[in-house]
């Protein structure tokens, strides 16, 4: 793999939180792709990605050389073998287990062997989803909180079968967007959801 530097990154699922991982990662300096199954979807969200960063600029809050290269390492693509040669695949589609068992699947037979598939579960088990790969090693969650550019805290989450090495370059990556990583263990809530949700009982 490439230094995280210089890492691509893709996007399969571009809602709300899709969306907002795009962004962060463009705007610090990552060509970015963006799939989704729903035709239009992709071009949707880089839309309102300019949308939100156009207001900032209006108002004075972004520069606009800032803006231009921000959307400039968006590109939206038209299927899921156009994500070949990313470093790094997020997926962010719908929260059910046997959903993104497929995909992940799929994933790692366009991804290239070094590439690390992440998981923007936020409840689901990474190892269940990592079963449905021949090689489980380099899949890892990678769970962000809504909305995304201005929640600084990013779980990192090991499935039994995570490489260290995965969950250290995930580590890295979202030290250098200026979020914090915060690793957790592939338990039910994770971390920080399962502290809430021990704060409630």
């Not at 893709?10 to 199954?37: E, K, N, P, Y």
């Not at 909305?147 to 260290?164: C, Q, S």
């Amino acid at each position: 793999m490439k230094t995280i530097d210089s890492f691509g990154i893709g996007v399969v699922g571009t809602g709300a939180m899709g969306r907002g991982i795009a962004q962060l990662f463009a705007q610090s300096g990552h060509g970015v792709r963006l799939f989704d199954a729903a035709p239009g979807a992709a071009q949707a969200a880089k839309a309102a990605v300019a949308d939100a960063l156009g207001r900032q600029v209006d108002k004075g809050k972004l520069a606009r050389e800032h803006f231009d290269a921000t959307m400039a390492r968006m590109t939206p693509v038209g299927a899921l073998g156009e994500l070949a040669g990313c470093d790094l695949v997020i997926e962010a589609v719908v929260e059910d287990l046997a959903v993104k068992k497929r995909l992940f699947a799929e994933l790692e037979a366009v991804a290239g062997p070094e590439a690390i598939l992440a998981t923007n579960t936020s409840s689901l088990s990474v190892t269940a989803i990592a079963s449905a790969c021949a090689a489980p090693s380099r899949v890892v969650g990678y769970h962000f909180f809504n909305p995304v550019p201005l929640m600084k805290v990013v779980e990192v989450i090991r499935g039994v079968r995570t490489a260290p090495a995965v969950a250290d370059t995930l580590v890295a990556l979202t030290r250098r967007t200026g979020h914090a990583p915060v690793v957790a263990q592939d338990t039910p809530g994770f971390l920080i959801n399962h502290e809430i949700g021990r704060a409630h009982v």
